[in-house]
Structures are given as C-alpha cells and as structure tokens.
Nanobody, 124 residues
C-alpha cells in the first residue's frame, strides 16, 4: 500500500482544514488507518484512528471534539477534518495504514504503511 497525503497549509487559529490521504493497492480496505503528527522537537503522536470498516474511531484527548476521521474504501481514501484549529496543532501530519486488522479494530500501533507527510501550520 502506498499513501499520498495532501491538504495541509497555513491557517489562522479557529480555522479549519481537511487532510486527505489517497491509497494505492488493493489491500487498503483490509487495513485499519490513522493520522499521526509530529511537531518540531516532539515525538510523533497518534491523532486519530479508524477501523477497517470505518465504523469505529478513536481520538487523542487533545483533538477530541475538534477533529473527525473518516474513510471511503471505495475511493481508497482516508480523511481528517480539522476544526477550531489551535497553534499547538502545528505539525507535520502523516497518514498510515495497518494491515492484518479486524473489521472493527481501532489500533494505536502496528502501522507499517506511511504517507510522506503534509505540513499544517496554525498561526495565532
């Protein structure tokens, strides 16, 4: 599975962005998926994860209620809608896919496929 992330940019605090991740390969629908982010000088952290079926999601406490992860298996894509953005959301965002996932599984680790990252910068 190859992943291509897009949709990052510069936005003012309180604004919104929608990240997209397009997957190639026929096995994406059998993978769980997630978005991670890494800010300068910080470790990579899990932002949101979604099950293979798309029916189950989990979020980091810091983005709960502001971000929404979704997927469209027919389009081999996963999305991250980011609302009410804050300066602390500034980071490079990576989409990822985890093979060997059960239909309802939401995972925090085991991701083996990664996109190239897209920069999100939130100004105050």
């Amino acid at each position: 599975v190859q992943l291509q992330a897009s949709g990052g940019g510069l936005v003012q605090a309180g604004g919104s962005l929608r990240l997209s991740c397009a997957a190639s390969g026929r096995t994406f629908s059998r993978c769980a998926s997630a978005w991670f982010r890494q800010a300068p000088g910080k470790e990579r952290e899990l932002v949101a994860a979604i099950s293979r079926s798309g029916g189950f999601m989990d979020y980091a406490d810091s983005v709960q209620g502001r971000f929404i992860i979704s997927r469209d298996n027919a389009k081999s894509s996963v999305y991250l809608q980011m609302n009410n953005l804050k300066p602390e959301d500034t980071a490079v965002y990576y989409c990822s896919a985890r093979p060997n996932a059960i239909s309802s599984g939401v995972y925090s680790d085991g991701y083996t496929y990664w996109g190239q990252g897209t920069q999100v910068t939130v100004s105050s």
